[in-house]
């Protein structure tokens, strides 16, 4: 299939601007595309669709694209039919799902993508690229009416992966205790994508990019680390 | 209301016995009951209801109190009617929440609740005591068929609550960002309680116990903190 996507950790890295680390990666994901449908549906903080949308727009315009957020299109279903290329901010992933439901944007976002329109997840915009929904860190402040999501990769993504603070005596459970728990009930590998990192889908080809390695969880396997140009291949 | 229930942060303190904190707050809670229920169905770490009931009746045993596994009985809606006390751990409130609905236990444990058995909740065991699970801290790692829980508190608890770390690079999302995209959907107030303390109900009055202070979280409000031994009547 003739896949074209960025599933980056974070869109952020400290102290940088938004997006700043992955433009020239950018700038090859959208060669072909001059305006860019931003879903801005997952609302960081809890800002509008509007103050999203300007951020993002800010951003791309360094690579001289423009961006439209989805939520000024009167059919958003539409919008997405005729995306030449299309991106999806982070934020909470529960609103964003649920949003992508409601508007039933969520099987034409999958069949675009599967049919090669260029796509850039971050965080929330990843998540919803692996199977379900249900590895995402996020609050569950919104009840979508499934967690399956756009299945774009055959695993789950868990982004902006922390490894255990050594010495803490703090006694919630670590990132690695919470994807265990995830295999406790359920098969499908999870991949713990650290920021800076990303992986780039290639037609049928899924590669580690960035700086850090990333973490792979499979069920009843001990975790092991991959590194950066490492293939996804399960 | 006749109420009576310890709803605490966590079970266990750093260095410390599973519940050791807890057991002379606990001898007085239980004073009336010989037997206590317990609800082992948030398997923390995807450990058995066998295993985890052993860990609560081997910490129970220190103040002379017999725990029976929910799991064991044919019937646990009977169970429940028929409890003298109940216990529910903590783990993954999602898988907590799917199998309290599955089993049908949700109504019979908030009606015995109202009627004043001593309930003790940690964790996840804690959140379902709010109006909703939706300030939970865990995965989505079952989808239960609602988010709505007990009830037998008129806000919503975050349990393990963590301060942002001061100087962290990491650019996930912090606790106190997670509500507040929370309150971005939803008018439920928040307490964050942090580690080492816990709300005692006592009929109608609610008030914070325990060593730490706990951060309260009003739509559209600043963030504040209470101290031990506050009420908390909104």
Not at 83 to 107: D, H, R, S
């Amino acid at each position: 299939m003739p896949k074209r996507l960025i599933i980056a950790s974070t869109s952020t890295l400290h102290r940088s601007d938004y997006l700043a680390y992955l433009l020239p990666t950018l700038e090859v994901l959208y060669q072909n595309a001059n305006t860019i449908v931003f879903i801005p549906y997952a609302r960081p903080g809890g800002i509008s669709h509007e103050q999203y949308t300007d951020i993002a727009a800010k951003a791309f315009k360094k690579i001289g694209k423009k961006i439209i957020g989805l939520h000024t299109y009167k059919n958003p279903v539409e919008a997405i039919e005729n995306a030449e290329g299309i991106f999806t901010g982070g934020g909470n992933t529960f609103v964003l799902v649920n949003q992508l439901y409601k508007t039933e944007v969520l099987p034409v976002l999958r069949k675009k993508i599967f049919e090669g329109t260029p796509y850039l997840g971050t965080s929330a915009g990843s998540n919803i690229c692996g199977l379900t929904m249900q590895t995402t860190n996020d609050m569950p402040i919104a009840y979508p009416p499934s967690f399956k999501t756009l299945g774009a990769l055959p695993f789950n993504i868990n982004p902006h992966y922390l490894d255990p603070i050594a010495g803490s005596t703090h006694m919630g459970e670590t990132r690695e205790t919470r994807i265990k728990e995830f295999h406790a009930h359920n098969h499908i590998p999870v991949i713990g994508l650290r920021e800076g990192s990303w992986l780039e889908v290639l037609d049928n080809a899924i590669t580690l990019r960035g700086t850090p390695t990333a973490r792979v969880f499979e069920k009843d396997k001990v975790p092991y680390e991959i590194t950066s140009g490492s293939l996804l291949d399960f």
